[in-house]
């Protein structure tokens, strides 16, 4: 059967754009939900070979968690480049989410170390290689005459991941504990098949942009295409600082929930429970910025991307800020209140909606026609850069003595000053950032 290869000249939204979201909330449950109960599985779950219990040691625990998210954000590159050069993105997000299956199958039917290995593999290789193409996917479907909807989409598309990894971040750890590792992985598992077989059933309605072959080594060396690899690649080493503050969210942030008094609206939650406050603020607040703020900043300036990113740096620094001030009270002795990481987790989610869904928006528009997926994955990468850099502090303020350059507040100050700077030489740089919408051509106009 043919497909459509180019988007249609309509005003109204794609016809394939429910069977994208529908699939991202199917997958993004089954990716957070097995990556929540890993490092407990590991410590206390695993068996021998001999179906005896053999946990891992938190050490060597953590050594395979951080390997195999590295390898998550590594794998974009390779799905990219099978997606814009050989196969298309529909058919490389097709194969790798069956790869993707068949790893939380090896986590769902084996708990030894081997299991484990062949699941994280296949499971690092399907998530991580579908990634840009599932983002790129999603504008693909676009044209110049409904061009106006891809922001409000991009928007929607970043909720279904974060209602997903909400659900699943509550239930997984739930089924682990009540039914075993077996149906904790298992669960996760069918809602990746369900995710696959949801896109699938939207094959007949996508666009089908072609792979690019030969075409694509051209362009990415063309003077034009090599012009836009380094404005972005300016973009991202400034958003790659976003992700370092980011991503503490998983680390500094749950140790410094530790001190905390966390009864919360008559709660008592466990330090780590509090990230689930990002993916419900996401939920919450992308609304708020599609129909209210954004429209009201409208009134008053042109509401560019880069001037979106640039609000959202503000927003990560001032979020830095509150939770080096909750610090301060930690190091006199005191026990702040859980609200002031609420307060903070308000603030730096509000800069994740400007910054990491108006980048996302932005990659795909500023790519090349033939190198979609690839620009996708370059952006990607910045999550990883952001991460490294925070490891190397982390490693890098550590005396021989055991004492540390910086200490409780400090180190939350560094960081948020890292930000401010950050933040103000971005604002300074953006008005000579020119860019130029690329999208695809639609039926008539080819």
Not at 20 to 32: D, K, L, M, P, T
Not at 307 to 322: C, E, I, N
Request: aromatic share 14%; charged share 10%.
């Amino acid at each position: 059967m043919s497909y459509l290869t180019r988007p249609l000249d309509q005003k109204g939204m794609p016809a394939g754009i429910p069977y994208i979201i529908g699939n991202e909330a199917a997958e993004r449950f089954s990716f957070y939900g097995m990556r929540t109960i890993l490092v407990v599985f590991m410590t206390q779950y695993l068996m021998g070979e001999s179906g005896v219990l053999a946990p891992m040691s938190e050490e060597d625990a953590k050594g395979w968690y951080h390997l195999f998210v590295s390898a998550v954000y590594l794998t974009p590159l390779l799905g990219a480049i099978l997606a814009d050069v050989w196969l298309g993105k529909y058919r490389t997000i097709l194969f790798l989410s069956l790869v993707y299956c068949g790893g939380h199958l090896a986590l769902a039917l084996d708990d030894t170390r081997l299991g484990l290995a062949i699941g994280l593999g296949l499971i690092a290789l399907g998530a991580g290689g579908i990634k840009p193409c599932v983002s790129a996917h999603v504008g693909d479907q676009f044209g110049h005459t409904n061009r106006a909807l891809i922001s409000r989409t991009f928007g929607w598309f970043y909720m279904a991941i974060n209602v997903g990894a909400f659900v699943s971040t509550l239930l997984t750890p739930w089924l682990l504990k009540n039914y075993g590792p077996h149906w904790a992985f298992g669960v996760p598992g069918v809602l990746m098949a369900l995710a696959t077989l949801m896109f699938w059933m939207g094959r007949n309605k996508f666009v089908h942009v072609p792979p690019a072959g030969k075409e694509f080594l051209r362009e990415a060396l063309s003077a034009h295409s090599l012009r836009i690899f380094g404005r972005l690649l300016l973009i991202y080493l400034f958003i790659a600082v976003f992700w370092a503050l980011f991503d503490q969210t998983g680390s500094s942030w749950v140790l410094q929930a530790q001190h905390m008094d966390r009864v919360l609206f008559g709660v008592d939650l466990l330090p780590s429970q509090i990230q689930a406050l990002n993916p419900l603020l996401i939920i919450i607040l992308i609304p708020l910025f599609s129909y209210v703020i954004y429209p009201l900043l409208g009134r008053v300036m042109v509401l560019t991307p880069m001037r979106k990113v640039s609000m959202g740096f503000v927003l990560a620094a001032a979020a830095f800020a509150v939770s080096s001030l909750a610090q301060e009270r930690i190091d006199a002795g005191g026990t702040p209140g859980i609200s002031w990481q609420l307060l903070a987790y308000v603030l730096l989610t509000s800069g994740e909606v400007m910054v990491s869904i108006t980048a996302l928006e932005y990659s795909y528009t500023q790519a090349p026609r033939t190198m979609k997926s690839f620009i996708m994955a370059l952006f990607m990468l910045s999550v990883s850069l952001g991460n490294i850099f925070t490891s190397a502090v982390n490693f890098f303020i550590q005396n021989e003595d055991g004492s540390l350059l910086l200490t409780g507040a400090e180190y939350f100050w560094f960081f948020t000053l890292l930000m401010a700077v950050t933040a103000v030489l971005f604002a300074l740089l953006t008005p000579f950032i020119k860019d130029k919408t690329i999208l695809q051509v639609s039926e008539r106009a080819a």
